[in-house]
């Protein structure tokens, strides 16, 4: 399972895929998660136009956001490569 960023402002969660795609679905209203079922590439949204200037602000915090949930937990990983290098 990816790790997730929750958007109050999108109703929608998103995080990096294994391919390096920019994901999102929507969030459940209770109990945490997201509808993985309806998940699609952010590239895929539709109505680009119905967001404002704040929408995309937000939209690059949680790209960040979403990179830096990866990268940590890649830390690990990329240690133990170059330590054994």
Not at 39 to 68: F, G, K, R
Not at 72 to 85: P, T
Request: charged share 15%; with cysteine.
């Amino acid at each position: 399972m990816p790790e997730l960023y929750d958007s109050i402002i999108f109703g929608m969660s998103f995080w990096i895929d294994q391919q390096g795609l920019f994901m999102s679905a929507p969030s459940y209203a209770t109990g945490g998660g997201c509808d993985m079922d309806n998940a699609i590439p952010v590239y895929d949204w539709e109505n680009w136009d119905e967001l404002t200037a704040h929408h995309h602000s937000h939209l690059m915090h949680i790209v960040q956001m979403c990179t830096l949930k990866r990268d940590s937990h890649q830390i690990d990983h990329y240690a133990e490569v170059f330590a054994n290098a």
